[in-house]
């Protein structure tokens, strides 16, 4: 074929044109139905029983979205296509933001194996270390007294453990009330007046303008390995709960039976509310999926397991959705299960 000036030409457009539409990167985050992964090579206790079945953790997969991709998230059900702003906080990079949920992550991690070990009857300590800040909100009274690191040990006089030590003190208190802190900084005790003040985005809140973040040092006899690679954030909660139950008493849960579901789990064995469940749902659907436990949110409308029987139903799924509140919910239900 002679190659005329206007073959080049055309060459040169064609291939811009398909790197445009595979590479550039839009100002836009596509989130769709991830994987439902078996959780047996991903948690490990040491010499725990194995299962006939599986517990699987379900995710969400995302990405930021080309042209292409752009379009497909367009024509197909169960993608959404959001804003970068909306799923990354600003002055936050994605880099940031995924070290920040595999943080996240270990602590789910932490919280199910408290959970499972306490229920299972297992040696477990947890020695707590105080609450550290993570973060301070500008312009709240915290700012300029308080640090990113700085490790809460008291307020008022009274030991803090845990965050929720103090969150639940100051919710006793009003605006305007003055709260001592007592804090480690630098291996140096120091203590401060802090005055609350009333949070003008949450009704009936008072605060001082910080995030927090429990410091503990859970041992367990046996030991427990995790491999979860790059998967973060905090909704496999109740599966790795269940998981490592599982692995730590002789009955079989799974009973033969391929398990999943969502939903974070506190150290009280509490669930909470998740985002994404209907991808996760029709990614528990492509794995065949027997059971899926979706968090009830004790009855709220619009709770992930209404979201979750009616993405069930638009798919024609004959996965069973079973609500739940708590661990408990689920390992009753599992055990009862024949």
């Known amino acids: 074929m002679k190659v005329t000036k206007r073959n080049i030409i055309f060459f040169i457009i064609t291939v811009a044109l398909v790197y445009f539409l595979g590479a550039y990167q839009l100002p836009y985050y596509i989130q769709k139905p991830g994987g439902a992964n078996p959780l047996n090579p991903i ?12 517990m699987h953790l379900v995710t969400v997969s995302g990405l930021q979205a080309t042209p292409i991709q752009y379009l497909f998230a367009k024509m197909f059900s169960y993608q959404d296509i959001l804003p970068m702003s909306e799923v990354f906080p600003e002055g936050i990079s994605q880099d940031d933001y995924m070290h920040a949920q595999l943080q996240v992550m270990e602590s789910s ?23 550290y800040v ?3 909100v500008e312009g709240m009274p915290a ?22 030590d103090l969150t639940d003190y100051v919710d006793t208190k009003q605006a305007e009330d003055t709260i001592t802190i007592e804090f480690v900084r630098n291996d ?4 401060e007046a802090i005055m609350l003040e009333e949070f003008s985005d949450i009704d009936n809140k008072v605060g001082i303008g910080i995030s927090l973040v429990t410091d503990r040092n859970v041992t367990v006899d046996p030991e427990i390995q995790f491999s979860s690679g790059n998967i973060g954030g905090p909704s496999a909660g109740l599966m790795f709960s269940l998981e490592i139950y599982d692995q730590l008493t002789e009955e079989d849960l799974t009973k033969g039976k391929e398990i999943a579901g969502t939903g974070e789990v506190d150290y009280e064995g509490n669930v909470r509310r998740i ?56 390992l009753n239900y599992l055990q009862q299960t024949q």
């Open 43 to 54: 948690v490990e206790v040491v010499d725990g029983y194995d299962s006939e079945g599986d």
């Open 109 to 131: 991690q932490e919280a199910a194996t408290v959970v499972a070990y306490e229920a299972a009857g297992e040696n477990i300590t947890i020695d707590y270390d105080g609450v």
């Open 134 to 136: 993570v973060s301070v």
């Open 143 to 164: 700012e300029g007294i308080l640090e990113t690191g700085d490790r809460i040990i008291g307020i008022d006089g009274n030991e803090i453990k845990d965050a929720a």
């Open 188 to 191: 140096q005790t120091m203590r």
């Open 275 to 330: 985002g994404g469940i209907d991808k996760k749902i029709v990614a528990a659907e492509r794995e065949g999926i027997d059971i899926f436990f979706a968090p009830y949110e004790n009855g709220a409308e619009n709770s992930n397991y209404q979201l979750a029987v009616k993405t069930a139903e638009e798919i024609g799924t004959d996965m069973e959705i079973v609500p739940v509140d708590t661990f408990e919910d689920a």
